[in-house]
């Protein structure tokens, strides 16, 4: 859970190139349901630095380890401006762009594999838990 906690505090600061140290060079992230091939290390770097670059806020949620594997939930949010209405920042609001969840699995210091989930109650049964367990 440390690599992950680590990993997460590294992109919110900013710092992709922290965050990719802890990237095993052959890592597999899978979109959800694993229908598509697996990305590598390079797409995920893109990946990263494109949501870096979109100015999300990213909060989250929770956190759970079992053995090797960390299962994570996040926010993601962003700010919209009204572009009918001209005065600084009155008008900014925050939005939800969407809820994540996924398990990373860790070996070795480095994140090896990722598996992206639709909801909460798909990622804690792939990782052998119901919501009573945790």
């Known amino acids: 859970m440390e690599i992950v906690l680590r990993g997460y505090q590294a992109f919110v600061a900013g710092d992709l190139a922290a965050v990719a140290e802890l990237l095993d060079p052959d890592i597999e992230w899978r979109g959800v349901g694993g229908q598509f091939v ?7 770097r893109r990946v990263l630095a ?3 670059a979109d100015g999300y806020r990213i909060e989250l949620e929770r956190c759970i380890g079992r053995e090797d594997e960390v299962l994570v939930a996040f926010r ?3 700010v919209e401006k009204d572009p009918s209405d001209d005065r600084p920042l009155q008008t900014r609001r925050y939005f939800t762009v969407g809820r994540y969840y996924g398990v990373v699995t860790v070996r070795d210091g480095r994140v ?3 598996q992206d989930y639709p909801h909460w109650a798909a990622a804690l049964e792939a990782l052998g838990l119901e919501d009573d367990d945790v």
Do not use: K
């Open 76 to 78: 993601a949010s962003g």
């Open 112 to 114: 090896v594999a990722v």
């Open 50 to 52: 494109s949501r870096l």
């Open 38 to 44: 697996p990305a590598d290390l390079d797409e995920v």
